[in-house]
């Protein structure tokens, strides 16, 4: 059934947003604010339905025709830059909105390039339709779009991709058969570059012995292959620029660090505190920070501990500063309980995850309020984006 729509915004993911006469909500991906459309329904629940855009009846004027190949994920393809930043600011706004979660101050950073920016990409293959595909998994489906030059890396990946591609085929082709079994399982290439140990790729699980040089604020990290690291250069520099601004505001009053969700320990090396703590899940992220900052020279106290449980023997005071920067989930329930009890009279969270950070913050709310919230576009024509909020304690 085909229906025309009036979009009334985007919601966070991408998706147009409307209603059909009934009152339903119906979600229509590349269909933007404020357009006429008509959309062919292929998905129905009971208070929402889902369709697919067939005709632009009255266009936005933020609408473009796409810059270059569009590869699964990039949803705003076909919006421009400033109609991009308009719809993700309003998402973010509105999610604090409905927590009803004050915010006295808030910005969007910008600073890199629309595409051209990811140093790393994990490409997927299989055999689909008789023939090799190697590229990005397409929702809902998840069957793979074979990607011959990808829009949304870095120069010096997307020279390299047409010969990457070909080693993966002749390791999928060529040689004995229980080779080529064991690659078809891998499932996945991993690609990932920086400007001091260039482009470097494997198959499957990363080379143990494969270590990285990334370079943030001037300043380099050793991390392993499979290390975490963001994946927007231009756009990391801003916000670990933004971090160390926000720590050396209170240092004064809370010179005391403890970076919880570490990684190879970035944050709380660049600070450079008198004293800090870092904890980690991961144990081979937690040795490359004890690398990193004794090559800096940072008096260190690095765990490798799940956050949840570490915290339970730890103690931030009233001259602490607390960095969070979890995964997409969020910070574990015993760590939103250990802040909200702590004397931490600052805490800077880094997220990846509007909808995690908000719960967090809710959990916060009687302890912490809302001091400052940033946008970072780290992920540009994708639905994804990265937020700094400050919070600073409640007086008693």
Not at 371 to 378: D, G, L, Q, T
Request: proline share 6%; net charge positive.
């Amino acid at each position: 059934m085909t229906s025309t729509v009036c979009i009334a915004k985007n919601v966070y993911g991408g998706d147009g947003l409307g209603r059909l006469g009934d009152g339903r909500v119906v979600f229509v991906p590349g269909a933007w604010e404020g357009e006429q459309v008509k959309a062919e329904i292929f998905e129905e629940k009971p208070r929402f339905v889902r369709a697919r855009l067939v005709e632009v009846v009255e266009p936005s004027p933020e609408r473009v025709e796409p810059e270059a190949t569009v590869v699964p994920g990039m949803v705003y393809a076909g919006l421009s830059a400033a109609g991009e930043k308009a719809a993700k600011d309003r998402q973010l706004a509105e999610f604090f909105e409905r927590a009803r979660i004050p915010v006295p101050s808030s910005a969007t950073v910008e600073g890199g390039p629309q595409l051209a920016y990811r140093n790393k990409a994990v490409y997927h293959f299989a055999r689909q339709c008789g023939k090799w595909a190697l590229g990005y998994r397409a929702e809902p489906r998840r069957e793979i779009v074979d990607v011959e030059s990808d829009p949304l890396v870095v120069p010096a990946i997307g020279a390299a991709l047409p010969e990457i591609r070909r080693g993966v085929m002749r390791l999928l082709t060529q040689g004995s058969e229980a080779v080529r079994k064991s690659v078809e399982r891998q499932g996945n290439v991993t690609v990932r570059w920086t400007r001091k140990s260039g482009v470097k790729w494997w198959v499957g699980d990363a080379p143990a012995d494969l270590v990285l040089k990334e370079t943030t604020l001037g300043i380099d990290f050793e991390v392993p292959a499979d290390g975490f690291y963001q994946v927007n250069p231009a756009v990391s520099e801003l916000l670990a620029q933004a971090v160390v601004d926000e720590y050396r505001r209170g240092a004064n009053a809370a010179p005391e660090l403890m970076d919880l969700y570490c990684g190879v320990g970035v944050f709380g090396i660049l600070c450079r505190p008198p004293k800090l703590v870092g904890v980690e899940s991961g144990r081979q992220a937690v040795a490359f920070a004890k690398r990193n900052a004794a090559i800096h020279k940072v008096p260190a106290d690095f765990f490798a501990d799940q956050v949840g449980r570490a915290v339970r023997r730890l103690k931030a005071g009233e001259r602490t500063t607390v960095i969070v920067d979890p995964p997409r989930g969020g910070l574990e329930h015993g760590v939103v309980k250990w802040l909200a009890h702590s004397r931490a009279p600052r805490v800077i969270y880094v997220s990846c995850d509007p909808a995690t950070l908000i719960r967090d913050l809710k959990g916060l709310a009687g302890a912490y309020s809302v001091a400052s919230v940033r946008r970072f576009e780290m992920f540009p024509r994708t639905a994804r984006f990265e937020t700094l909020v400050v919070l600073e304690r409640k007086s008693a």
